[in-house]
């Protein structure tokens, strides 16, 4: 399991002062691009190393309660398996212990071709044990 955390400024939030929610598959992204940093990893270094991307295949997101101006917003994220291409990047997050939701990302790999274009690749098992994915009970690809 990854933490990191994200102050909400009051650009995030919407005229009744909450967060408005797209801002939430955003901050799931750039959670995600801590994770890879956490790990030695960055885009840069993920296509110099693998001469991969993970393009986003599909993203879901549930909420649980308001966050609001000057929360700090704790995100937990965990990382498994979902089939020979793709893998899943679940999210929780909350403030001051309070559930605000949950959501996930399908990502898939995709290496990189001269001709700048991507091909759907298997998985790299070192990219899978550098991100510490779970192995057990892979959630099944689509």
């Not at 750039?30 to 993920?46: I, K, N, T, W, Y």
């Not at 990302?105 to 001709?115: G, P, S, T, V, Y």
Request: aromatic share 14%.
């Amino acid at each position: 399991m990854f933490t990191t955390s994200f102050t909400i400024e009051w650009g995030d939030c919407d005229e009744a002062g909450i967060v408005f929610y797209p801002n939430y598959f955003y901050w799931f992204d750039c959670a995600f691009q801590r994770l890879l940093r956490g790990r030695g990893l960055s885009q840069r270094e993920l296509r110099k190393r693998f001469g991969a991307v993970t393009p986003i295949v599909e993203a879901h997101s549930d909420f649980k309660a308001p966050a609001r101006y000057d929360d700090v917003l704790d995100i937990e994220i965990t990382v498994q398996r979902a089939g020979e291409r793709r893998f899943r990047v679940d999210y929780r997050f909350s403030s001051k212990a309070r559930l605000i939701g949950a959501g996930y990302e399908i990502r898939a790999w995709a290496q990189l071709k001269d001709d700048g274009t991507m091909k759907s690749a298997p998985l790299s098992e070192e990219f899978m044990s550098i991100l510490g994915a779970a192995v057990q009970d892979p959630v099944q690809e689509f």
